[in-house]
């Protein structure tokens, strides 16, 4: 049984940073996808980062250049460093894995097995 808890959230002004935390029960040794989404309220969950079991990555647009997706897998823990942070970055931050490698990383939802409660991230202006 896979668990992931986040962590790191919290209450930031703009041009500010935060690094999130998600810390999974459990971690493969073979193909599998982790990735951070977001919602925010009055909008759809949107992709915003992921990391492949090999170190593949990928981010949306609207973050590159500002965050880093990472994990340790020694501490079985993913990361998101997030700088220059923009009111437009509040939400509520969830941690999801694709536990057998059938989303290649991209931001559909569906394609992820397991999630987080997630962990609020607010950005003032």
């Known amino acids: 049984q896979v668990q992931l808890v986040e962590s790191g959230g919290g209450s930031v002004q703009a041009g500010g940073s935060l690094r999130l935390s998600c810390a999974a029960s459990?971690?493969?040794?073979?193909?599998?996808?982790m990735a951070w989404f977001r919602q925010a309220p009055g909008k759809e969950r949107e992709g915003v980062a992921s990391?492949?079991?090999?170190?593949?990555?990928k981010y949306a647009d609207s973050v590159k250049g500002r965050f880093t997706i990472s994990k340790d897998f020694a501490k079985n823990t993913l990361y998101l460093q997030m700088n220059s942070l923009k009111p437009e970055d509040t939400a509520m931050y969830y941690c999801?894995?694709?536990?057998?490698?059938?989303?290649?990383?991209?931001?559909?939802?569906?394609?992820?097995?397991?999630w987080g409660q997630g962990t609020q991230v607010s950005v003032s202006s």
């Open positions: 999801a894995v694709d536990r057998w490698g059938a989303s290649g990383g991209i931001f559909i939802g569906p394609l992820y097995n397991y």
């Open positions: 459990v971690y493969t040794d073979s193909t599998y996808w």
């Open positions: 990391i492949s079991s090999n170190g593949s990555k």
